[in-house]
């Protein structure tokens, strides 16, 4: 069992930064791929970034390429999500999430944190 725990959203204006962080106990850290969803009301749960255990493979989505850089620290079993240029759609609850393989975690993650609120206003 995985146990993750993010923090750092909050609200912030438009153009401005936040990072999350999500800490992980329960297992290997680095034996586990971690990724950032988020849902905004109304809308689906959008796959936001994910990275390879050992922090050499990423990926992100469309809307935030550019913007977002996700990153991991190993010793200290925590993820994190750089938002740069912040957008008012970037609104939503962002959520971290893990799995032991990078594929299967960009649709079906095994193990969800309970998501922190990020808002941007215009």
């Known amino acids: 069992q995985v146990q993750l725990v993010e923090s750092g959203g909050g609200l912030v204006q438009a153009g401005g930064s936040l990072r999350l962080s999500c800490a992980a106990s329960?297992?290997?850290?680095?034996?586990?791929?971690m990724g950032w969803f988020r849902q905004a009301p109304g809308k689906e749960r959008e796959f936001v970034a994910r990275?390879?255990?050992?922090?050499?493979?990423?990926y992100y989505g469309d809307s935030v390429l550019g913007r977002f850089t996700i990153s991991r620290d190993n010793a200290k079993n925590t993820v994190y999500l750089q938002m740069n240029s912040l957008k008012p759609e970037d609104t939503a609850v962002y959520y971290c999430?893990?799995?032991?393989?990078?594929?299967?975690?960009?649709?079906?993650?095994?193990?969800w944190g309970q998501g922190t609120q990020v808002t941007v206003s215009s």
């Open positions: 999430a893990a799995d032991n393989s990078l594929l299967v975690l960009r649709s079906a993650p095994a193990y």
């Open positions: 329960g297992r290997t850290f680095s034996n586990y791929a």
């Open positions: 990275i390879s255990g050992n922090g050499n493979i990423k």
